[in-house]
């Protein structure tokens, strides 16, 4: 039956009639062996395909004229496409698993590096990015989280832990990585390095070790309803349009905080030094609080602990705007607000199935994040618009608690009622 969580402080492995046993002993070497090939194709998907752009921008402005607008704008567009193919990637998911889907997006992501590097004008430079969002919807968290979903079960908050605490290393291995690169030779050199680095790793990684069985209807009876109607019945429902734009929200509201604090707090005085400190020490927080998150699950409804994740990003984004020339508070605060950002990430992976079960997880999960994936993708831009607008970063702050405040009180209504008997 598909599954409904009504609120309250009931867990949620009583009531997840749908969700599938913990893996037989026979499988458990698969799933250990797909787990730790994941952490790795993470790791390294989200180091070449997306942070370093950021380490090599200044490289490729000075290297090609364009404007930073226009390279900006390219990669912009593959969080873009990344948004919108991840709802028939999904689909596919549900359909044939996570191993065919995962390989072929390594493939197309490696083709995307080279294409960029290999990039004449600004139009195939977009066009590249673009190829690469594609990659990035079929390779990124979302996938990994959805295979995760389907073959842990209700062991899926202990694997999906593990895989956000050792990826969320991406980037303090290939910033580092990109920059002693593009140090001693072009950015185009570098991208094609980074793209053998990507296909060695991610393509047989993928190919050889996603192999656990892909059965998403074992634990249904003939009485379950059909795929279709099961999907358009959630999807066609109150709590899911709401938990749509809640996460939207909040993912908005977040990462605009995250990509300005340094600009926020260079503006109240401190020193860029200091600023760049305040920001790896909201990386750190983000590692405590995903540690922290099984905990939280076990102690805390859906509903409670949704909503006091946001209004905690909410208190703590106001107060890093409010308390920033007390170095020592600032500190805290940013350590809290990444713990409110890490423990945001397995919210938003959890969502869907705290809520609806593993059932159709792909299917559900691409419509679901496509909104916050184009909020993501529009952050930087629209963040610095509203920035202008307002007359500073400390109002942007501000302005960013209040629309998590509003996402922390619109979470109260994302959970499903269970349907009239």
Known sequence: MLFYCPDGGQRLSALTTDTPPGPVESTRPALRRALV???????????????????LLGAITTDTGWSTTAIMGGFSVGLAVSAIAGIPVGRLLDKHGPRPVMTIGSIIGVVSVV??????????????????????????????????TGWYGPQRVKALTALTLVAGLSSTIFAPATAFLADRMSWQQTYLILAVVLAVTTIPAHLFFLTPPWRPEQHHDKTTPDQTSETKSVTRSPAFAILIVTMALATFGLFAATVNLVPLLTEGGASTTFAAWALGLCGAGQLLGRIGFQRLVLHTS??????????????????????????????????????????????????????WGTRNFGTLYGLYSAPSTIAMAATPWVGAIIATWLGGFHPLFYAMATVLLVAGIAAIATIPRRPPT
């Open 115 to 148: 294409a960029i590097a290999m990039a004449p004008n600004q139009w195939w430079f977009i066009a590249a990015w673009a190829l690469s969002g594609l990659a990035q919807a079929c390779v990124f968290y979302k996938p990994a989280f959805a295979a995760l």
């Open 302 to 355: 859906v509903r409670t602990r949704t909503v006091a994740v946001l209004l905690a990003a909410a208190v703590s984004i106001a107060a890093i705007a409010t308390v920033g020339d007390n170095a020592v508070i600032v500190v805290t605060v940013a350590v809290i607000f990444g713990a409110a950002r890490g423990i945001f990430t397995l919210l938003e992976a959890t969502a869907i199935s705290d809520r």
């Open 37 to 55: 090939a994941l952490c790795v194709t993470e790791i390294t998907s989200w180091g070449v395909l997306y942070y370093a752009f950021p380490v």
